[in-house]
């Protein structure tokens, strides 16, 4: 049987409780508006630059948003959600 979802309040420090916030924060209506706007600018767009310095604030950007699709990603992947 698969263990029980670590809620944030139950488990406020845990990486599961942490992917779950950023599922239920970026999953909300204007949360959706938001990471359509922060995929659409930052995802899928070169970072590439001939300034080293632009090309490195350009792809920290671009690392912020990598960030959350991964919590996001994680929380809709985990093994618990799969199984009912």
């Known amino acids: ?3 029980k979802v670590k809620s ?7 990486e599961d409780a ?4 950023f ?5 909300s209506l204007d949360g959706k508006q ?3 706007l922060l995929e659409s600018v930052y995802h899928s767009v ?3 630059e ?3 310095h632009m090309m490195a604030y350009k792809e920290g950007q671009r690392s912020i948003f990598l960030q959350i699709k991964t919590r996001m990603d994680n929380y809709l992947n985990r093994d618990v959600r799969n199984k009912k």
Request: charged share 30%; proline share 7%; aromatic share 18%.
């Open 34 to 36: 938001v990471y359509e």
């Open 18 to 21: 942490l992917d779950e916030a």
């Open 8 to 14: 944030l309040r139950e488990y406020p420090d845990s």
């Open 23 to 27: 599922y239920r924060t970026f999953n």
């Open 50 to 52: 001939s300034d080293t």
């Open 46 to 48: 070169s970072s590439f």
């Open 1 to 3: 049987m698969a263990p």
